[in-house]
């Protein structure tokens, strides 16, 4: 560098003006309203659309799925879409929607007889002990087991059966009056979906190719982001929960034919189960069976336990077949995303529940390759 260069750069730093600190707070307080501002315009956005978020759910969660045969369906009826969303949605309502309404309905009525029944168990347990219990080989065999090894009392015994039988019927009774689909439980609701779920079919797509471009990733992830969420979805629901609602079906089937109370209930129990890792459908079976023992119907439990190990086999045929080509979802997080989505949305959280622990855990995964050193 010459010194008249050198001289220049001086004199340049000199006669600059030193930043002005009011300009800088002026800037900082700007951000901090900006920032405030779209803080309340989430939460209001949050309060108006919390009363919808199950039928959004639904909504999504439908249209997600009907986008292949939206975009065949437009191009057979020349492009006009909309009026094949209209006849996806029509479909929909006819083929999906009223028999599952039918199924929550009869769930409802089955948890409220099976509430009946528990509460007249306990009753006859507070006035007779386990006097009762025990007048079956079954069951005395299995008081005198634990009694001996385990010391534990009659009286200890016959209080947890009370408490445990309690807590048991108030969840019966809670679920039999609140177990409607989330997202049809009333006619407002249950229109707003179909509302939503006429757009969502008709414009998801283009919706769908907006909202990946806020994600803020280079194109090339962005577009195996997508491609990821695609691939969960359908195995969860092709693979997965497809092949809970067959042995929830299967085991309903067996409750039902060998005569135990509400079999939709023990069926949507043990659809829920099934997620669970080793266990699965056995933690309903298992127990039924050892109630026919202590009942005396022998015939009846071994009908049912072979009826419990073919569904514990569907696992291990169906679902490969299903999920093939497709995501492949931890189980773990299968689980946690089924019950907990369940909790917040309702039937369908048992859907959108998987995909969202799916999605973020893509995203923890991208992002770990982002901040990994190259090389």
Request: proline share 6%.
């Given at each position: 560098?010459?010194?008249?260069?050198?001289?220049?750069?001086?004199?340049?730093?000199?006669?600059?003006?030193?930043?002005?600190?009011?300009?800088?707070?002026?800037?900082?307080?700007?951000?901090?309203?900006?920032?405030?501002?779209?803080?309340?315009?989430?939460?209001?956005?949050?309060?108006?659309?919390?009363?919808?978020?199950?039928?959004?759910?639904?909504?999504?969660?439908?249209?997600?799925?009907?986008?292949?045969?939206?975009?065949?369906?437009?191009?057979?009826?020349?492009?006009?879409?909309?009026?094949?969303?209209?006849?996806?949605?029509?479909?929909?309502?006819?083929?999906?929607?009223?028999p599952l309404t039918a199924l929550a309905i009869a769930f409802a009525r089955q948890a409220g007889e099976l509430a009946g029944l528990l509460r007249g168990w306990l009753e006859r347990l507070r006035d007779g002990g386990l006097a009762g219990l025990s007048e079956q080989p079954a069951l005395a065999s299995l008081i005198g087991w634990l009694e001996q090894h385990l010391r534990i009392s009659t009286v200890e015994l016959q209080q947890w059966l009370l408490e445990g039988g309690k807590r048991l019927f108030e969840q019966l009774a809670a679920l039999g009056g609140t177990?409607?689909?989330?997202?049809?439980?009333?006619?407002?609701?249950?229109?707003?979906?179909?509302?939503?779920?006429?757009?969502?079919?008709?414009?998801?797509?283009?919706?769908?190719?907006?909202?990946?471009?806020?994600?803020?990733?280079?194109?090339?992830?962005?577009?195996?982001?997508?491609?990821?969420?695609?691939?969960?979805?359908?195995?969860?629901?092709?693979?997965?929960?497809?092949?809970?609602?067959?042995?929830?079906?299967?085991?309903?089937?067996?409750?039902?034919?060998?005569?135990?109370?509400?079999?939709?209930?023990?069926?949507?129990?043990?659809?829920?189960?099934?997620?669970?890792?080793?266990?699965?459908?056995?933690?309903?079976?298992?127990?039924?069976?050892?109630?026919?023992?202590g009942q005396g119907r022998y015939v009846a439990a071994t009908v049912l336990t072979g009826i419990g190990l073919v569904v514990g086999t569907v696992d291990n045929f169906i679902k490969p077949m299903l999920i093939s080509g497709q995501a492949v979802v931890p189980p773990l997080a299968v689980f946690i995303g089924a019950l907990g989505g369940l909790a917040a949305f309702g039937m369908v959280g048992m859907f959108v529940g998987p995909v969202v622990i799916a999605l973020a855990l893509a995203l923890l995964a991208f992002a770990g390759d982002e901040a990994a050193p190259p090389g």
């Open positions: 560098m010459t010194p008249r260069g050198s001289a220049r750069r001086c004199e340049a730093a000199v006669l600059s003006p030193a930043p002005d600190p009011a300009a800088g707070d002026a800037l900082f307080y700007r951000r901090l309203l900006a920032v405030a501002g779209l803080g309340v315009l989430a939460l209001l956005l949050y309060r108006i659309l919390q009363p919808l978020l199950a039928p959004l759910a639904w909504a999504l969660f439908l249209a997600f799925l009907l986008q292949p045969a939206q975009r065949r369906l437009t191009a057979w009826l020349r492009g006009r879409a909309s009026l094949a969303a209209l006849l996806l949605t029509a479909a929909t309502l006819l083929l999906f929607i009223g177990a409607v689909l989330g997202a049809v439980g009333t006619i407002v609701s249950f229109t707003a979906m179909l509302f939503m779920l006429f757009f969502l079919v008709r414009d998801g797509a283009t919706v769908a190719g907006r909202t990946l471009r806020l994600v803020p990733l280079a194109p090339a992830r962005r577009s195996a982001l997508a491609a990821h969420v695609s691939a969960v979805t359908r195995g969860v629901v092709g693979g997965t929960l497809l092949t809970a609602l067959l042995q929830g079906v299967l085991l309903g089937a067996g409750f039902a034919l060998v005569g135990l109370p509400a079999p939709v209930v023990f069926g949507a129990l043990g659809a829920i189960l099934s997620l669970v890792p080793l266990a699965g459908t056995a933690l309903v079976w298992i127990p039924a069976t050892l109630v026919l023992l």
